[in-house]
């Protein structure tokens, strides 16, 4: 069975006066444990699928199964806590909670888990150093440059052990050598058995997961498929 | 729960003016209400005071008709079938009645050596003093030998005394009114203005008696002060009064009543319409004070809805519900409705005790105004943090995340 499942997703937006069609009529599985990155120019409608893998948007039309549930159905309970529980973000602009430092950013996510471990500080400590930022967790994101942010956010979306991770161009502000440490982080990550989505410019970035799928004006414009060679191993 | 307690408590200390700002109208409205309540009660409590100490049950029966002109009562026109007669009548005949006690009086000239000054001369028999509880500071009340012999005795008002005697002891002092000598045989303690604004201590009271027979030659009188067994029985004595004194005046059915009864729960009444008036004006203000309040804190919370959209994106992002959104808005502005609300009372608590202590107003502090008053920052609270609350929740999380 797939983890995320989507069947002729549809997304546009209606504003006064005139439509647009972001994502026309995607067609997308993705197996527990697969690697996916996803490529394509500005403007394809990247970040927008991945706010509808996310639950954080609902496709104006199609179908949306993840992990066996039709998201389309649930409501919003539920739905807060498949995004707790399930999935982590890093976005393209970061959102990280301007004015509250980095550690309280990892941490957040656990203010709404439906149990709170009890060295949740000492987690988040772990894996903001993961990230290279153990002297940085006072620091708020205003004093923080751009790649600092980067890697809180990473560090944030792996706070709750999720099983999902969708990443809006996790290497964008970083430089080389933080690029390839992330991208350490994330091959890691897929061995621990965590599902990654990832969205880049970067072909090289692009070639970490073992399946490329390519987006052109909202429709999949090629799919590598799953790299036999990953499949086999995974098997 | 408790987390989103704090989110709001540490949102809200972020942005000490403009929270502050948000709870002012809540401050200033609820404050309003406490010391308006305040006035509201002391002013009612002075007036009944007022009626009260008038005199216990007290039914005034004033010869002639009288009419209500500017919320006062006055008499009209010259009448002259009102008796000592009828006084006793009243005490004989109804047993509703413990005791009357008919009075005339007059303003004139009193003298004292050099000294003379306007006052109110008065006749009225002993009981005068307990029905219109009036009591001696000195000396003595006069007696039953001093009415039957119309001896010229005369208790007198503070008012008088300081305009007489001025420093002087006035006791056993001698005093002139129209040429007559009236030794001064007590002394009443002070007793105020009554509801019509008179000064009740402006007073030279002496035997009816010696009033009709020197001062006056007349046999009608203007007024009977009547007390009545209770105050249950004040309105049937005054039934009955009005049926005695038309059959004893023998008015036919056609005729008007030539006299006016003005019971103390006439006077009880009459101003309790007006405080009664003054009191709805106050919650009319009250109202609008701590509406205008409300709308404060709507317009604060709707700022900080708005200006946190990308905030309340996040948070839905990273698993919060709908419903936590609307909790977090709603602790923040319960929160500034409190605060508004626990500093207005400290302040409408401090400026009414203030007020009583140094202002020399009488306040009444009622709990209940206090009471009432939390209730309602609380609900202004959420009422109006509810909307911007709901409004913010409804936002889809990556429409909220892209909001500039
Ligand atoms: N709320 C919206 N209303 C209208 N159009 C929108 C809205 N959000 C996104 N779009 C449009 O949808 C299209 C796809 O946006 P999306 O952010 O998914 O692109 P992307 O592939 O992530 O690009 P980039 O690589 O630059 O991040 C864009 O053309 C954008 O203008
Ligand atoms: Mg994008």
Known sequence: MNLIEMNSICKSY???????????????????????????????????????????????????????????KLNDRKLSRVRNEKIGFVFQAFHL???????????????????????????????????????????????????????????????????????DEPTGNLDSKNGIETMKTFDNLVKEGKTIVLITHDSEVAQHAGRIISILDGQIDSDSGVHRERNTLSL | MISSFLIAFRALFAHKTRTFLASLGILIGIASVIVMVAIGKGSQKEVMDVIAGMGEN???????????????????????????????????????????APFEEKRMVAKFGNNSAETT??????DFLIIRDYHLQSGEQFSERDSKTANRVAIIGMTAVKNLFGEEDPMGQVIKVHFIPFKIIGVFEPKGVDTNGLDQDDLVLIPLSTYMRRIVN??????????????????????????????????????????????????????????????????????????????????????????????????????????????????????????????????????????????????ILDPNSIWTASWACAGLGIFFGVFPAIKASKLDPMEALTTE
């Open chain 2, 218 to 363: 007349q046999k009608h009188i203007t007024r009977i002060f009547v007390r009545a067994s209770s105050r249950n029985n004040i309105a049937k004595a005054s039934e009955k009064i009005r049926e005695l004194l038309r059959e004893n005046h023998k008015l036919t059915d056609d005729r008007n009543d030539d006299f006016t009864l003005v019971s103390q729960l006439d006077l009880e009444e009459l101003k309790k319409e007006t405080t009664e008036l003054f009191t709805k004006l106050i919650v009319g203000v009250a109202a609008i004070s701590l509406l205008v309040g409300g709308i404060g804190i709507l317009a604060v919370m709707l700022i900080s809805v708005k200006e946190r959209t990308r905030e309340i994106g996040i948070r839905r992002a990273v698993g919060a519900t709908r419903r936590d959104i609307i909790r977090q808005f709603l602790y923040e502005s319960l929160i500034i409705g409190f605060l508004g609300g626990g500093l207005g009372i400290i302040l409408g608590v401090g400026l009414t005790l203030g007020l009583t202590k140094w202002g020399h107003w009488i306040l």
């Open chain 2, 121 to 126: 001369i008065a006749g009225s028999t002993r």
């Open chain 1, 14 to 72: 209606r504003n006064i006066g005139f439509e647009t069609q972001v994502l026309n009529n995607v067609t997308l599985h993705i197996g527990e444990g697969d690697y996916v990155s996803i490529i394509g120019p500005s403007g394809a409608g990247k970040s927008t699928l991945m706010a509808i893998m996310g639950c954080l948007a609902q496709p104006t039309s199609g179908e949306y199964i993840l992990d066996g549930e039709e998201v389309g």
């Open chain 1, 97 to 167: 909670l301007p004015g509250v430092t980095a550690l309280e950013n990892v941490t957040l996510p656990l203010v709404y888990a439906k149990q709170t471990p009890g060295n949740a500080k000492e987690r988040a400590r772990e894996l903001l150093a993961k990230v290279g930022l153990e002297h940085r967790l006072h620091h708020t994101p205003g004093q923080l440059s751009g790649g600092e942010q980067q890697r809180v956010t990473i560090a944030r979306s792996l706070i709750n052990d999720p099983r999902i991770i969708l990443a």
């Open chain 2, 58 to 100: 007290l039914i005034t029966v004033n010869a002639g008709e009288m009419k209500r002109r500017g919320g006062r009562l006055r008499l009209t026109g010259n009448v002259n079938t009102l008796t000592v007669r009828d006084a006793y009548r009243i005490t004989d005949e109804i047993a509703e009645v413990e005791m009357v």
